[in-house]
């Protein structure tokens, strides 16, 4: 993955932390903060990693924001 951080600029290969993991049909779908506090949901698969969703740099309170 080449893209970065658009609040930051932080690589996002570089996730400051992995929150949660999940097993989905298709792979897996991880949640990743990043150093700035924005949250990312990647989707990976079988053709690799897909960014699904990217909030802003708001910081939420420790595992709060999982749906499953
Ligand atoms: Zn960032």
């Not at 930051?8 to 989905?24: I, K, L, N, Q």
């Not at 990043?34 to 969703?53: F, Y």
Request: with cysteine; aromatic share 2%; net charge positive.
């Amino acid at each position: 993955m080449t893209s970065v951080c658009p609040h930051c600029g932080r690589p996002d290969g570089r996730p400051f932390r992995v929150v949660s993991r999940h097993a989905t049909a298709s792979g897996m779908t991880v949640w990743v903060r990043c150093a700035c506090g924005s949250l990312q949901i990647r989707e990976v698969g079988p053709a690799g990693v897909r960014v699904v969703s990217r909030g802003g740099p708001v910081l939420v309170p420790e595992g709060g924001g999982c749906p499953a």
